[in-house]
């Protein structure tokens, strides 16, 4: 069965600082990877995707991910992080080939301190 | 600007009472999503239309319906809405249902049951 597992429940940083959150997913085939963010009070919405090719996507707003196709990995990164930034992240996966299933990680909680 | 809207965004029922949450989107696209998510949780897909074709997951219970009348609507039905129903519930769409299309999320109905 898919599972996909976040282990940071909630990250708390000052302005500036790097950020880096953990997804790891577990699957028996192969997968397409998204990040989801959720600002608060507002709608889930797609921050970047990895398909296939090069392993290292860039989103919006700064955020890049990389594939680790050895790790079962696809951390979320952004070198220097705003206050805007406050939100919970969402990693998600579908199977490449078939419906479109999200299955989610339980998410991470962002609190960047201005 | 197109969306996904869900109303309401809070809705109150009683135990056993039955209950409907909406959906409707300015997005003309073909696939719409029910997903559950409870408190601390991941998002978890109960089922999807795509367009009139209705897939149910194999484990969302029998106390869930749904009904699409229309490209722009999709309601979800409760019931017998129990204690361990209530949860945020959250409506998606995408273009179709291929598993690299980019699902749209609406703010998600916040359900109590009484």
Known sequence: AQSVSQHNHHVILSEAASLELGCNYSYGGTVNLFWYVQYPGQHLQLLLK?????????????????????KFSF????????????????CAVTPQTGANNLFFGTGTRLTVIP | DAMVIQNPRYQVTQFGKPVTLSCSQTLNHNVMYWYQQKSSQAPKLLFHYYDKDFNNEADTPDNFQSRRPNTSFCFLDIRSPGLGDAAM???????????????YFGPGTRLLVL
């Open chain 2, 89 to 103: 519930y959250l409506c998606a769409t995408s273009r179709d249902v291929g598993p690299q299309e980019t699902q």
């Open chain 1, 75 to 90: 951390n979320l990164r952004k070198p220097s992080v705003q206050w805007s930034d406050t939100a919970e992240y969402f």
């Open chain 1, 50 to 70: 990895y398909f296939s090719g090069d392993p290292l996507v860039k989103g919006i707003k700064g955020f890049e991910a990389e594939f680790i196709k050895s």
